[in-house]
């Protein structure tokens, strides 16, 4: 990764807008299949020049036949006015608010904790992905929605369920295999989904939810009501098909939808620098036409306001937004045992002394907003929803054999 | 009765639900010039291709409020979408606990007959009958498209709506009016006596003129036409072949694991009907290979209804008795 990358709390990578691009398209005399987009005449070699999008520099090299330009190079334009506005600091945050982010982010760790702890005991099954580290993205953009807001989350969902405020008795519920779990015990770790408050969904495939949510993007657009959509993903997945589909049709219909990649530098034991040509993914936007920030990760102020000017722009119907949270997860992929994890100590460690929790809890005493008492205070109660959540979870039935066919189809 | 072709009563069955139903709308890598005229770009959207994506935007938009029909043209399509299909359409209400419902319509074209060679002459519907979740059918007659496109459009599950390439031009009378099909009820085509022969889309108009052919031998063939795959009507076809005694399955796909194995299965599996047969249970499918494009080869692959005449003369022979007449089922 690049060094430097962060050394502003966020930076534009891209600005929106293809200038510059010649269109020619044969036409003819037939009826027009699009009625409804602007004329395009052009078939006759007429070129039509338009104007380079601001911030952004078009140089065009030799004019051939029909003012066709030969070749052009469009250079990325940094909109350093988006930029410099995202700061490490609350805006438009109450301290009651900024506690609230707080204490979602410490819900985060300790549900995952004690998750990580009950799958070793043999409680929970299967696989447990934990997102210890990251949990200002989900909580800095989560913060930045409205109730009717929708998202999706990846495998490693459990902190984007706890910041779009889902139950932590139904999620633990879930991961005990019991009946009153989210799923019923259909679904696991792999697989929360509350569609009441618009989560839609843990997915187990790498880049399986982008395609999905940015339906519930395009549902929001029809809708008109000023709904909007945001995709959560890895950097894994941003290599992946559905990533760069979404992206072009999302920024073609101009869809509500914000795409947040949690660029956490290594897709299961893979590290990005092998297998990513940019350092950022944010930088992708360009080829799609739309703003990509970058954004740190760990900084949940930061990271809330690019959300909220994502959000914004989605709601005002100004289209997608690609924002990369840079981040780094302190467990392994999975916490399953003889998994090999070829990370170093020296980098784990590294990455721990940027703890977004310690960097949040520092940054409201700093404002005497909280005190170690409050701190205390705050965990302790924590900890007792998690040990609620638990005792809810182990109290329930586990599902009769027979709901394995229940569900199968819907009336 | 008046008649349509199979490709304009699938646009009618779209139309009228579409009038009926704001929360319809269709995607297509090139929608038809017709609907894109009646319900605009809104409705009828043109999309990249990228079915991929497209399939699971499908699902998204389902989960929230919307009836999408996404229309893959031909089923090769489909293959760049298997992710969407089988790790998310097929699983999302169950693995979810049923919490919402995903009424999606998929639109794909298969079969041969078009000289387009191996990826546009395709009927992998067995791929997908193999997953749990899906609702899918194919239907051989205009009046069956039209009626069962109307049922899965108000079905709340995803549902794959295969249409034959071979018919698309096909006329045949289509009632008035707004009617249905259900999903999962097979449709007798042609009753008889003897040997029962169930066949899908093309192969339905194959079986009938094999069965006209062989009347004149004395050979009464009775054809059933499943119309839907999942989920299939076990329950005719297993009173058919116990009134006949004799099954011959006649798909337009390869034998292997496929729905003539389905069928095989489904009749030889149980007991009473197991017991009123006379004679083994034949298949007449295409050949395992890829679909070759000179015409020679190609309609040497397909089945067809001198295959079908062949396969049941074959059936029937093994239990022709000794006076040469076509001895009736075997009495349990």
């Avoid at chain 1, 015990?185 to 618009?198: L, P, R, V, Y």
């Avoid at chain 1, 990005?272 to 992708?284: F, K, L, Q, S």
């Avoid at chain 2, 094999?210 to 839907?228: C, F, H, K, N, Q």
Wanted: proline share 5%.
């Amino acid at each position: 990764m690049a060094e430097g990358t962060l050394g502003s709390r966020a930076c534009v990578v891209t600005a929106g807008g293809v200038g510059g691009f010649v269109t020619a398209r044969g036409d003819g005399a037939r009826v027009s299949k699009f009625p409804h987009l602007p004329d395009r005449k052009g078939g006759t070699g007429r070129a039509v020049e338009r104007p380079p999008a601001r911030g952004r520099r078009v140089l065009t090299s030799k004019v051939g036949m029909d003012g066709i330009p030969v070749a052009k190079l469009a250079a990325l334009a940094h909109d350093e006015n988006l930029a410099t506005e995202i700061g490490s600091t609350p805006v438009n945050l109450s301290p009651d608010e900024q506690r609230a982010m707080l204490r979602q982010m410490q819900t985060i760790r300790r549900f995952e904790e004690r998750a990580s702890s009950d799958y070793h005991a043999g409680k929970i099954y299967g696989v447990v992905h934990c997102y210890i580290g990251e949990e200002a993205v989900a909580v800095g953009v989560c913060a930045a929605l409205q109730q009717g807001d929708q998202i999706i989350s990846t495998h490693r969902g459990h902190g984007h369920c706890i910041a779009k405020g889902a139950d932590l008795k139904r999620m633990m519920a879930e991961l005990y295999g019991r009946q009153t779990g989210y799923c019923k015990g259909k679904g696991g770790s792999m697989h929360i989904a509350d569609f009441e408050i618009g989560m839609l969904g843990a997915n187990g495939i790498v880049a399986g939810g982008i395609s999905i949510v940015t339906g519930a993007g395009l549902a929001a657009q029809m809708d008109g009501k000023g709904r909007i959509a945001v995709s959560f993903f890895g950097d894994g997945a941003s290599n992946a098909g559905p990533f760069h589909e979404c992206l072009n049709i999302a920024a073609a219909w101009k869809l509500p939808m914000v795409y947040v990649c949690e660029n956490n530098m290594y897709a299961a034991q893979t590290a990005a620098a092998e297998t990513h040509a940019m350092p950022d993914v944010a930088g992708r936007a360009a080829g799609y036409g739309i703003p990509g920030i970058v954004v740190d990760g760990n900084d949940v102020f930061a990271v809330t306001q690019a959300a909220a000017r994502a959000v914004a722009r989605a709601r005002t119907g100004e289209g997608p937004t690609l924002i990369e949270c840079k981040t780094y997860r302190w467990r392994a992929h999975t916490e399953r045992i003889g998994q090999p994890d070829f990370r170093t100590e020296e980098e784990i460690e590294d990455w721990k002394k940027k703890d977004p929790i310690v960097r949040l809890l520092g940054q409201l005493k700093a404002q005497g907003a909280m005190t170690d008492a409050d701190w205390q205070a705050m965990d302790g109660e924590v900890l007792a929803d998690i040990e609620a959540a638990v005792a809810y979870a182990a109290a329930s039935p586990f599902p009769k054999p027979e709901h394995a066919l229940e569900d199968m189809y819907a009336a | 009765m008046r008649e349509l072709t199979y490709a304009q009563a699938g646009l009618e069955a779209i139309a009228e639900e579409m009038r009926k139903d704001p929360t319809i709308f269709y995607m297509s890598t090139d929608p038809a010039l017709s609907l894109m005229q009646e319900f605009g770009a809104k409705r009828v959207r043109p999309t990249p291709i990228a079915e991929g994506a497209l399939t699971g935007i499908a699902i998204g938009a389902a989960g929230s409020g919307y009836r999408p029909i996404m229309d893959w043209r031909q089923v090769t399509f489909s293959f760049v979408a298997m992710d969407q299909i089988v790790n998310q359409a097929a699983k999302i209400h169950y693995m979810f606990g049923g919490q919402r419902t995903f009424p999606v319509l998929y639109r794909a074209n298969v079969g041969g007959g078009t000289r387009l060679a191996a990826q546009h002459c395709q009927c992998p519907y067995s791929m997908f009958m193999n997953l749990s979740g899906l609702k899918l059918f194919l239907p051989s007659t205009p009046r069956d498209l039209k009626g069962l496109l109307k049922s899965a459009i108000r079905d709340n599950n995803p549902v794959i709506s295969f249409e034959s390439n071979r018919l698309l031009t096909m006329k045949g009378p289509v009632p008035d009016g707004d009617y249905t099909i259900a999903l999962g009820e097979a449709d007798i085509k042609r009753e008889g006596s003897d040997v029962t022969v169930v066949a899908i889309a093309w192969l339905v108009h194959e079986a009938l003129a094999a069965a006209a052919l062989l009347e004149g031998e004395g050979i009464s063939v009775e054809v059933v036409d499943p119309r839907t795959l999942v989920p299939l009507d076990a329950k005719t076809i297993r009173s058919s072949v116990r009134k006949t005694g004799r099954l011959l399955i006649a798909d337009e796909a390869g034998p292997t694991a496929g729905f003539s194995a389905e069928v095989a299965a489904l009749v030889t599996e149980d007991p009473a009907t197991f017991a009123t047969l006379t004679a083994p249970v034949k298949r007449v499918c295409a050949l395992n290979v890829p679909i070759p494009y000179s015409p020679v080869l190609e309609d040497h692959v397909f089945p067809d209804r001198k295959r079908i005449a062949a396969g049941i003369r074959e059936v029937v022979e093994a239990t022709r008795g000794a006076d040469g007449g076509v001895r009736g089922r075997r009495e349990a």
